[in-house]
């Protein structure tokens, strides 16, 4: 994706918060009383006609458990950032014992560096 326009983010934006909600076992009803935004705004974001503010993202994000690489990676192209992204993906997926595993494997990458 070369060029993005609003109606890009919009759609995008709006598909993955939809899907969030749904994964997430809320309606859209119950999503507006944790928001404290209108049950039409919602209806709206969701659709991909209207915008989305950043203060209301962020709460989406946190409510619904929305990584910032999940609402962003449709648009990006660099190539080292997607794989950036594809690897905290399927870090996701992990549980919890062996994602702190997977740490402790950074962390002795990184002081391997220290010492070359």
Do not use: H
Request: no cysteine; aromatic share 6%; net charge positive.
């Amino acid at each position: 994706m070369s060029s993005v326009s609003k109606a890009d983010v919009d759609k995008v934006f709006g598909k993955v918060l939809r899907d969030f909600r749904i994964k997430n076992k809320l309606t859209q009803d119950k999503l507006s009383e944790k928001l404290g935004i209108s049950l039409k705004y919602i209806s709206r974001i969701e659709n991909g006609n209207s915008g989305i503010k950043t203060q209301t993202l962020i709460k989406y994000m946190n409510i619904l458990g929305i990584s910032p690489n999940t609402i962003y990676k449709d648009f990006i192209t660099n190539k080292k950032i997607k794989t950036q992204i594809e690897i905290s993906e399927k870090m996701n997926e992990l549980s919890e014992e062996k994602l702190m595993f997977l740490t402790s494997i950074v962390d002795l990458l990184k002081n391997l560096n220290k010492t070359d």
